[in-house]
């Protein structure tokens, strides 16, 4: 699927995308079956906001992963080597003033000289590799699959159902926000600014229904907003980029977003292609992915923005693999064999989609992976989908058979309202291919050109556990992959008690019902594990 993204937007804009976003009825949780912790009943601080991942869940009453708590009584003044965490996604600004010092340098290739000096078939990977190349956007696997033409498969079927229902699903979107963005224009060549306030809307005086109308959309939509034009500009231009984006690119059998590239996609054995631009054909494109990077790397208790989980103790490895749209199976496959041969330890891959039509490569690569003892930690998806019923790929079963590594952790997502909502309403579930669950919801962490934001998503779930397994492997290198994917599992803080399940119908649910280890992580008690079994 398309990049993890945030995509809830407030007032009337929200409203449209209500089937993308929040579920329609939220069932009434009995509150005589919450654990048996106080609610946080205040507002959360934004001081507390900024980092809620790192709080602790009987200390603060926040369901963070008790990171401060493991620095303060494990951590603190503790020396170990850096490991590298490969980041596959959608590139890194590695300029960022909060992750530069943590990016990884390949110590064996000489920049700039246009050689391949450590022979590992790429030229002057300083960072990492950008497997895209100068292309940035992209179909969805399913408008793929529907351009190759109907072979008669059940596959083709089910991804032209999809195809057809997401256009059915955009077209209404795109007429209220043509309506919205014609309203805007109307307005602002009538007052002759586009930074007009919500008194200076309601002043209009006119007879003209155009302008009498548009003056009564964009009175109703400021208003939703508490008046705030900046921020109706910010999230229109948001919600215009992923309505356009999935009419021009993901949903568009006509687009190719792979010429550029100049690869076969499907030919696993065509290698020479991308570059060495770890960045992105421009900084917006590895939005995401400097957002993931920050949360396993950003600096800590400096000031800037939100802090790392793993900051001082690894280094970023840049793997472009993932664009706006479905990322292309040869891609991932070659950059988790890329990640594993340049010495990562860890791999967090905060992307997903619905077919995998060349699965057998990504398996393949998660299995190379295993055999050089490296984890694989991977978001769930932001469907809210039962993902042991509809898949999202890659993963480590093939359908209903036994994993075939031991070394993927699949994360789903926490909200930062302890109790009947601290499940994201996004987030995809299962019982037997969603781990544990993190953090997902207003996570902050870097943005290109030095900046700074909330985002939600899996995507951001599977960063704060990359970065807790991160902490595990450089303290404890003996430990293998699959020993750290069980101490996270096996030490996470359970909760039994009953919350909403993402969704739309919204009925109430517990964490033993929708996963594995039926535990949220954290970096405290994993930590005091894995100190423990080191030591056996």
């Not at 946080?40 to 507390?48: L, N």
Request: hydrophobic share 35%.
């Amino acid at each position: 699927m398309r990049i993890l993204r945030q995509i809830t937007f407030t007032g009337v804009i929200g409203m449209m995308i209500a089937s993308c976003s929040a579920p329609k009825g939220l069932v009434s949780v009995d509150p005589a079956k919450i654990d048996q912790r106080p609610l946080k009943m205040a507002p959360v601080a934004e001081k507390d906001l900024k980092r809620w991942s790192h709080l602790d869940l009987d200390k603060d009453t926040i369901p963070g992963m008790s990171v401060d708590k493991a620095y303060a009584e494990i951590l603190k003044g503790k020396k170990v080597n850096k490991i590298i965490v490969a980041v596959v996604d959608s590139g890194i600004d590695i300029e960022h003033e909060d992750l530069k010092a943590a990016v990884w340098k390949n110590p064996k290739e000489i920049p700039g000289n246009k050689k391949d000096d450590d022979n590992n078939g790429y030229i002057d990977d300083i960072n990492g590799w950008n497997f895209l190349g100068d292309s940035d956007n992209e179909q969805l696997e399913a408008t793929r699959i529907v351009k190759k033409g109907n072979d008669g498969s059940v596959q083709y079927e089910n991804a032209l159902a999809i195809v057809t229902q997401k256009k059915a699903e955009i077209e209404p979107n795109k007429q209220q926000l043509d309506a919205i963005l014609n309203a805007d224009k109307m307005v602002s060549e009538h007052l002759k600014k586009t930074n007009y306030t919500l008194a200076e809307v309601k002043a209009i005086k006119t007879t003209e229904q155009g302008l009498l109308q548009s003056q009564n959309i964009i009175t109703q939509v400021l208003t939703n907003m508490g008046g705030d034009k900046a921020k109706f500009d910010s999230e229109i231009g948001e919600f215009k980029e992923y309505v356009y984006d999935q009419l021009n690119y993901n949903l568009n059998t006509e687009f190719n977003g792979r010429k550029v590239v100049g690869d076969n996609p499907y030919d696993f054995n065509d290698k020479k292609y991308g570059n060495a631009n770890v960045i992105g054909p421009k900084k917006e494109s590895g939005k995401h992915g400097t957002h993931v990077a920050g949360i396993i790397a950003q600096a800590r208790n400096n000031g800037k923005g939100g802090d790392g989980v793993a900051s001082d103790y690894v280094q970023i490895m840049a793997l472009r693999a993932v664009p706006n749209g479905d990322e292309y199976d040869k891609d991932i496959a070659l950059a988790i064999r890329y990640a594993v041969d340049n010495g990562a330890k860890v791999i967090n891959g905060s992307f997903g989609k619905a077919f995998s039509p060349n699965k057998e490569w990504v398996y393949d690569a998660i299995k190379y992976a295993a055999a050089k003892d490296v984890l694989f930690v991977h978001a769930a998806g932001n469907d809210a989908e039962n993902i042991d019923v509809k898949p999202n790929y890659p993963n480590d079963a093939d359908g209903k058979n036994p994993e075939f590594a031991d070394n993927v952790l699949t994360i789903g997502a926490l909200n930062y309202e302890y109790g009947s909502k601290q499940m994201a309403n996004f987030s995809n579930y299962g019982k037997e291919n969603v781990d544990v669950f993190a953090p997902g919801v207003k996570i902050y962490a870097t943005v290109p050109d030095n900046k700074y934001e909330y985002l939600q998503g899996t995507s951001m779930a599977s960063p704060n556990v990359a970065g807790v397994a991160a902490l595990i492997r450089a303290c404890y290198p003996t430990l293998t992959a699959a020993q750290v994917k069980h101490i996270i599992m096996d030490s996470g803080t359970p909760l039994t008690n009953t919350f909403t399940l993402a969704g739309e119908a919204g009925e109430a649910t517990t964490f033993d019902k929708i996963s594995k280890s039926a535990k949220i992580v954290n970096a405290y008690n994993a930590l005091k594990m894995a100190e423990k079994l080191a030591k056996k």
